[in-house]
């Protein structure tokens, strides 16, 4: 069974105040590691998918990067805009022919001014 | 902007009565879509996988008689909660897989509360 787990479970930063979010998991065959970010009352929104350990990605202020048992997403220098629930999710060989994924919990993070 | 829409976004219904929310594939076909259910300060949990043209797919612990899905085409499904509670009173998600699979989109998520 696939398995994700997110820490922490909340954040508190002041703006510039970069950190990172940890994404652990367990998986048989990763064919794929998402993460997404959800804001209060809304779907998530799609911002990366990581394939193989070693690979990273960007975006703006954000950079996920992946080994083979955790994934981390660093926020450098975030603003109060940043604030969110980020969540990380696995998609397993198991799930072959279908794109379900296994989700963590999430960390939700505030971003002061 | 959206590539996945979900209609309504919130709706009250009366305890006993069935509520539809659809689930709209922008601009790209979804032969197969993804209803979640969401609770407060939980994880997203699968619910079902829709397939056009065929049965949906429904996880362990969830009851297909209540919660109707239809793959009506390859743009459109539907959840139907049949029969509501007030338990079933949740946020619910759907998600489409892009192209190859490499991004999966979800909606902007349904709230339903059941009085």
């Known amino acids: 069974e696939d398995q994700v787990t997110q820490s922490p479970e909340a954040l508190r930063l002041q703006e510039g105040e970069s950190s990172s979010l940890n994404c652990s998991y ?3 065959g990763l064919r794929g590691l998402f993460w997404y970010r959800q804001d209060p009352g809304k779907g998530p929104e799609f ?3 990581l394939y193989s350990a070693g690979e990273e990605k960007e975006k703006e202020r954000l950079k996920a990067t992946l080994t083979k048992k955790e ?4 926020i450098t220098a975030p603003k109060p805009e940043d604030s969110a629930t980020y969540l990380c999710a696995v998609r ?3 799930n072959s022919g279908y794109s379900t994924l296994t989700f ?3 960390t939700m993070l505030l971003v002061s001014p | 902007g959206a590539v996945v829409s979900q209609h309504p976004s ?3 219904c009366k305890s006993g009565t069935s509520v539809k929310i659809e689930c709209r594939s922008l601009d790209f076909q979804a032969t197969t879509m993804f209803w979640y259910r969401q609770f407060p300060k939980q994880s997203l949990m699968l619910m079902a996988t829709s397939n056009e043209g065929s049965k949906a797919t429904y996880e362990q612990g969830v009851e297909k008689d209540k919660f109707l899905i239809n793959h009506a085409s390859l743009t459109l499904s539907t959840l139907t909660v049949t029969s509501a509670h007030p338990e079933d009173s949740s946020f ?3 998600s489409a897989p892009g192209h ?3 991004t999966i989109y979800f909606g902007e998520g349904s709230w339903l509360t059941v009085v």
């Open chain 1, 92 to 94: 397993g060989a198991m």
């Open chain 2, 100 to 102: 190859l699979g490499n």
């Open chain 2, 10 to 12: 919130w709706v009250i």
């Open chain 1, 71 to 74: 994934s981390f997403l660093h």
């Open chain 2, 92 to 94: 619910y998600i759907c």
């Open chain 1, 26 to 28: 367990t998986v048989s």
């Open chain 1, 104 to 106: 963590g919990k999430g």
């Open chain 1, 47 to 49: 911002l990366f998918t």
